[in-house]
């Protein structure tokens, strides 16, 4: 794809994708066996790492008609995007919390690119590929206003348009804790299975041969844009250090009101205890389908902690990340919390 725009009107992004050659050799392609051997591709300019059926679709998402109405969550994976799209859903709706049981988030809040983690039908058990919560863009186009969507994609990958039109909202967590988090992520979704341990997952994931990866790539794209009026940028640990703080600080930002009231049965909604156990936002019915292994010790919600790192990364592992970490940020003001005593 090349040019910014073409006679019969479709948008055309700048980014072309080509093959990692790495992810298809061994030893990768037998750490990451969902890939079947075809490994991913990477996105130039920008280095994004997605699979082939992303690459083969992601003009759609491209070409979406951005609303002015629109809430665009956008992550890192595993930063926070459930809990973020949660909260910013039911504000979005008058805190209509019994619509947030009833229908599934994947539905009231779709992910945009994750259809294209891999061939969901591959992985579904018989018959239950139509029971999961699955969107297609298509039908993401046709969704009532206000959307509250969400998303894993830089910005070179989304409608040119969206930051001028839309609000969105960034949520960042500190990596060493979305790392471990998408380890286990990796154990626990079939579509992009790991075999191996977390200082091999971390090798790949410093060296962004991991979905999603750079880190740094998404969450300085952002970071650059902090400054703009329809940009906010969340924290996980701030959103675990301070909960309502935070509700206010979407409510704001949306211009969407609420009450004290409201603020405390969201709060309840989203405590963690009570939210991993929430079949309407934690995907036990897409694990059960196929898609992911039923683990009660791995689960999607799963820890919910800042600094569950430290029981994870040796001195060495842990060392190599400060490092990395080091050098991304030199010289961009940004700073993680990586340890949180009151949470
Ligand atoms: S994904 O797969 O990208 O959509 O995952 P994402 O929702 O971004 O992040 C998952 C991690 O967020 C934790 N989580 C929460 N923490 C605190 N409170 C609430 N309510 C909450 N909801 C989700 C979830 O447990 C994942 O982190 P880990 O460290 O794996 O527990």
Request: with cysteine; charged share 25%; proline share 6%.
């Amino acid at each position: 794809m090349s040019g910014k725009s073409v006679g019969d009107g479709v948008l055309r992004s700048k980014v072309k994708f080509s093959v990692i050659p790495e992810t298809q050799q061994s030893p990768y392609k037998e750490l990451f066996p969902a890939f079947d051997g075809k490994g991913l591709v990477r996105a130039e300019p920008g280095g994004f790492v997605y699979h082939q059926n992303f690459a083969d679709n992601c003009h759609k998402i491209y070409n979406m008609k951005v609303r002015s109405d629109d809430v665009w969550i956008r992550t890192f994976p595993r930063s926070g995007t459930t809990w973020t799209s949660e909260l910013t859903w039911l504000i979005m709706n008058d805190c209509n919390f019994e619509e947030a049981a009833r229908v599934g988030q994947p539905i009231r809040s779709p992910n945009l690119d994750a259809n294209y983690i891999n061939h969901w039908d591959k992985f579904a058990a018989e018959g239950s590929f139509d029971t999961m919560d699955i969107i297609t863009i298509d039908e993401i186009e046709k969704m009532p206003s206000p959307r509250v969507l969400k998303c894993h994609l830089p910005f070179d990958l989304l409608p040119p348009n969206l930051l001028d039109t839309a609000k969105v909202i960034y949520v960042a967590r500190n990596p060493k804790d979305a790392i471990v988090s998408l380890f286990y992520f990796h154990k626990l979704v079939n579509l992009c299975t790991f075999t191996g341990d977390l200082e091999t997952f971390v090798d790949y994931f410093l060296d962004n041969k991991v979905l999603w990866t750079p880190y740094f790539g998404t969450v300085l794209d952002a970071w650059g844009k902090r400054s703009h009026p329809n940009l906010l940028i969340l924290f996980y640990e701030d959103m675990k250090k301070d909960i309502r703080a935070q509700i206010k600080r979407i409510s704001t930002f949306l211009n969407k009101p609420v009450t004290p009231e409201q603020i405390e049965k969201l709060v309840d909604h989203v405590r963690f205890d009570k939210f991993s156990k929430n079949e309407s936002v934690n995907y036990t019915k897409e694990i059960k389908a196929g898609v992911g292994k039923d683990d009660p010790n791995n689960t999607f919600v799963r820890k919910g902690q800042t600094g569950g790192w430290k029981n994870h990364f040796s001195p060495e592992v842990n060392r190599k990340i400060d490092e990395w970490i080091a050098k991304n940020l030199e010289g961009t003001g940004l700073k993680f919390v990586t340890e949180l005593n009151d949470q």
